[in-house]
């Protein structure tokens, strides 16, 4: 409907008002009008009846006639295909009204709803695995942003726990690289498809604009031909059909106008150059994908796949993805989601395992981070590893740090002179948090190969013997008061 009054395209109208026959009235597209016509079989050249029947059984209270229901199409009483010649194919019509029902937005099994604005993008295609009941959205967080797969039929019915809830970050972007993948192969034929959509679109509303002024011509003919046979003596009559015959000169003059105006619009067919930059860029699909909105993506995910059934195992970290394709195949998927202990991981074992091996050959915190983040090793909170997790995972299952001397502890001194951590609080008979805070103080000069090994402290004697002092008037006893 939108789209017709953006065109200024109206739609005919037979008023029922008056005596008959009733002429023909082009009205603006209204959304009823436009319903009308999509849900019409005529339009697809076929001759039906019984579309709707009366159902008592739901007569409302109070109500004196039966409700009135529709019917299904394979319950229409008749139903004559390709009775006319038709606007479009019973196939076509057929899918029209298979997308008109998913675009209503209820949960029921076979309906997905229009793709909308939400960030979620198998919003209406989600499966709970569980009890095969479509999942609904939940949005979460500080300032409700997080989207989140639910399956709340039972609650929702009895108050019964829910079946399962799915943070949807961590699966939307396994469907999107999924997909991706998928269609790197058919990208060519993506393009051309494309490209031959743009072109017809421009011919369709090139071909109703020029309906439009054939039947402005056809409306300044036929005022013409009443103005012509009307008696000269009935002057008056004369003078209205007159009157009349210029209004429609006036519409055609400013329809013939518009269509100027349209024309000078339009970018025109594509040239050679345009077409090649429409196959280079469906060459590089990424680039669409991030180029399109919420609405755009989902409608891309609906043409490729039909519906993603999702399990949350309950003892593990793991979501199971089943993607059903529109072309009927099926894959299996598996994506990490955020836990709160590598007590339920699945992967601890290894994960413990290779850390313990990259500690033993000398790496430190920073460094097997590194490593595992390359071998694609993911954190039980689903994030990359730091020096920090890392730390504290060692710490957790009991691994060593990497020593710079082997397998011992560090020395007192070092073979270049230097003390370790321990050797300098030894020296000045203080704690080791202490010449921690020292050398952040500044107090005390030292040095690391790099974050995570071991210290290497300059003192020289004079420098011992300053900080002797210092820490033995720290440490004077108070006197007694008196």
Known sequence: MLELRRHDLPLPVRPLRGPAPHEVEWVPATSTGV?????????????????RTSDPIRRRSGQIHPTTIKLPV???????????????????????????????????????????????????????????????????????????????GDYSING???????????????????LLEALSADQIAVAVEAVGELESQEKLLDRQWKLKCERARY???????????????????????EHAWEQKLRQQETVDQ????????????????????VLKLAKDFSRVWQAANAIERK??????????????????????????????????????????SYSICTSAPMLERRIRELAKSGKFDREIADVLNSEHFMSARGVPFQSNNVHV??????????????????????????????????????????????????????R??????????????????????HVRRINRPKKEAL
């Open 258 to 277: 518009e269509y100027q105006a349209w024309q000078r619009e339009q970018a025109g067919p594509l040239s050679n150059s345009e077409r090649a930059e």
């Open 393 to 446: 995972i060692r710490k957790r299952f009991g691994i060593c740090t990497a020593k710079i001397n082997g397998i011992e502890d560090n020395p007192s001194r070092w073979p270049d002179g230097t003390y370790s951590i321990q050797g300098a609080a030894d020296v000045l008979g203080i704690t080791t948090q202490t010449v921690h805070k020292w050398l952040r103080r500044g107090y005390l000069t030292g």
């Open 35 to 51: 319903l009308q016509i999509l849900h019409n079989p005529a339009y697809a050249g076929a001759y039906v009846y019984g579309r």
């Open 448 to 469: 690391q190969l790099r974050t995570g090994q071991p210290w290497k402290i300059q003192l020289t004697p004079a420098k011992i013997k300053v900080l002797r002092g």
């Open 160 to 178: 019964s726990p829910r079946c399962q809830h799915i943070r949807a970050i961590s699966v939307d972007a396994q469907i999107e690289s999924t």
């Open 299 to 340: 409608r891309i995910i609906r043409l490729v796949i039909r519906d993603v059934t999702l399990e949350q195992s309950r003892d593990s970290e793991l979501v199971s993805l089943r993607i059903t394709w529109q072309t009927g195949a099926v894959s299996e998927h598996q994506v990490q989601r955020r836990v709160h």
């Open 219 to 241: 409306d300044v003919e036929r005022a013409r031909r009443q103005y012509d046979e009307v008696e000269p003596e009935n002057r008056l009559v004369a003078r209205t059909l």
């Open 74 to 152: 394979d319950r229409w009483p008749v139903c004559l295909k390709d009775a006319h010649p038709g606007y479009i194919s019973w196939e076509e019509f057929m899918a029209n009204q298979s997308r008109l029902r998913n675009n209503a937005a209820r949960h029921k099994r076979d309906q997905l709803g229009a793709p909308r604005k939400g960030q979620a993008l198998l919003q209406g295609i989600a499966i709970c695995a569980r009890c095969g009941r479509r999942m609904g959205l939940h949005f979460s967080g500080p300032q409700g942003t997080y989207p989140v797969y639910v399956c709340e």
